[in-house]
């Protein structure tokens, strides 16, 4: 799908780099379709010994080369980066930007350009292991439609969604996710530790629980709900610790964290 699309990653920190590797590793381009832009000279010099790739300190010669450019500046860098690729795409190419908070009317005013993808990754994507939800400038054809699919799988699952009110919403979910995964995995470990395993036996079991409850649930194909339930049996220990975690307001906390961020990604947008 990507065959003989030249792609510019401007902006090639830790995302950038994520989709450089998840793009090489599917083997969905070849390193002869990549130019990242970076103004630091150490970084390009890094970027293309371990990849293998064109790089520039110039994001419009970049622009001007990829069909496809995506966007992995951090979002304070939009007034500085932005006005610079005023007529540097064709109506042809497609820009993806993971700019969160940045909307797409906004791309589009300060580049000029109106093929966009506008995409929410999360920190999995450095192993292919992300989720990313996306959506596009209206009336985006069918062919750049799956130019962006192809380059947002490299860094994992992605998930198209019909209208940009999803993205704020997917920021609060799983953009942010992560860091609620690894709040709660911190403080079972902790648990562990109070109780008297050592730290690096409670942290294996942890991660290990995680990643077998996660996989056995989607695995199994029943509601998480039946699979709590299918573990508490009357009067034993499942039950006693569900009992204080519902005191606790596990559930609605986890809910205000996910509004919390919500509210934060929108007043963000705003501003
Ligand atoms: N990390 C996440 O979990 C996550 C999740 C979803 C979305 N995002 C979005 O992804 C974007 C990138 O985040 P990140 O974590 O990858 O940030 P990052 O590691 O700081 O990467 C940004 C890169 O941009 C480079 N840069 C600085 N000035 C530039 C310029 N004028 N032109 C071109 N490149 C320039 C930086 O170079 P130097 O290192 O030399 O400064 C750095 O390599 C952000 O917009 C963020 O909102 C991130």
Known sequence: MLNERNIAIIGAGTMGEAAIAGLLRAELVEAAQLVAATPRAERRRELSQRWGIKTTGDNRE?????????????????????????GVFQPSDLMI???????????????????????MPNTPAQIAEGITVWTTSQGLDAERRSWAKTVLS??????EVEDEKFMDMATALSGTGPAYVFMVMEALIDAG???????????????????????????????????????????????????????????TVLADGVWAAYRRARELGES
Request: hydrophobic content about 50%; charged content about 15%.
């Open 97 to 119: 930007s993971i700019l969160a908070g940045v909307t797409i009317g906004k791309l589009k005013e300060m580049t000029g350009h109106a093929a966009i993808a506008r995409a």
């Open 154 to 159: 490299a860094i994992g699952q992605q998930v």
């Open 62 to 86: 970049a622009a001007t080369w990829g069909d496809v450019v995506v966007l992995a500046i951090k979002p304070q860098m939009v007034d500085h980066v932005l006005p610079n690729l005023q």
């Open 193 to 251: 530790v109070h109780m008297g395993f050592p730290r690096r036996i409670a942290a294996q079991l942890v991660e290990q629980t995680v990643i077998g409850a996660v996989r056995y649930a989607i695995q199994s194909g029943h509601h998480v709900a039946e699979l709590r339930n299918m573990v508490t049996s009357p009067g034993g220990t499942t039950a006693a610790a569900l009992y204080e975690l519902e005191r606790g307001r596990l559930r």
